[in-house]
């Protein structure tokens, strides 16, 4: 069965403390590989789209990477605002979106 | 604003009662997607239209649910007899796309539903 796994659960960081997030995923044939984020009480925001290893994409402190199992979104000199819920998702066969439990960051001043 | 919309963003019900709600997409979009959200879990798909044919159903659409998507505009969900176990933020997203594989999907803020 095709599965998202994310880690940790939850992160907590000092402003300006760099880290990474992880995804690993299990699916024959991946189709797309998504991040989204989410805010409490709202519907996940589109971040970036990888489709194959060794790809990469960045926007303003976050940059998205891929490999055959896994990939990560690494946050550079995070800001209070960054504090979020970083969900990944794969491209299932019915033109879903498979999604993980997700990483619920918080960035202290 | 140009991005999908959703109504009512909260619905309180009694259980047994029925309740719709309804997604306006993003308008050039021609596909729509429903996904149901539970408290610390990723959102689970539901269903999905591809203009106004339903294209595929989650096992998680018991007899209960139903939706539609008529003239390819805006989509309703319907809840029938609903249970406590229904309770969840329902998610509208819509993308363009064709084929099997998803595409960007950019989703609306929701319809918290709870179901005392």
């Known amino acids: 069965e095709d599965q998202v796994t994310q880690s940790p659960e939850a992160l907590r960081l000092q402003e300006g403390e760099s880290s990474s997030l992880n995804c690993s995923y299990t699916v024959s044939g991946l189709r797309g590989l998504f991040w989204y984020r989410q805010d409490p009480g709202k519907g996940p925001e589109f971040l970036f789209t990888l489709y194959s290893a060794g790809e990469e994409k960045e926007k303003e402190r976050l940059k998205a990477t891929l490999t055959k199992k896994e990939s990560f979104l690494h946050i550079t000199a995070p800001k209070p605002e960054d504090s979020a819920t970083y969900l990944c998702?794969?491209?299932?066969?019915?033109?879903?979106?498979?999604f993980g439990k997700g990483t619920k960051l918080s960035v202290k001043p | 604003d140009t991005g999908v919309s959703q109504n009512p963003r909260h619905k309180i019900t009694k259980r047994g009662q029925n309740v719709t709600f309804r997604c306006d997409p993003i308008?050039?979009?021609?596909?729509l997607y429903w996904y149901r959200q539970t408290l610390g879990q990723g959102p689970e798909f539901l269903t999905y239209?591809?203009?106004?044919?339903?294209?595929?159903k989650s096992r998680l659409l018991s007899d209960r649910f139903s939706a539609e998507r008529p003239k390819g505009s805006f989509s309703t969900l319907e809840i029938q007899r609903t249970e406590q176990g229904d309770s969840a933020m329902y998610l509208c997203?819509?993308?363009?796309?064709?084929?099997?594989?998803?595409?960007?999907?950019?989703f609306g803020p929701g319809t918290r539903l709870t179901v005392t």
């Open positions: 308008s050039e979009h021609n596909r």
């Open positions: 998702a794969h491209s299932g066969s019915q033109g879903n979106l498979i």
């Open positions: 997203a819509s993308s363009l796309g064709t084929g099997s594989a998803a595409h960007e999907q950019y």
């Open positions: 239209f591809q203009n106004e044919a339903q294209l595929e």
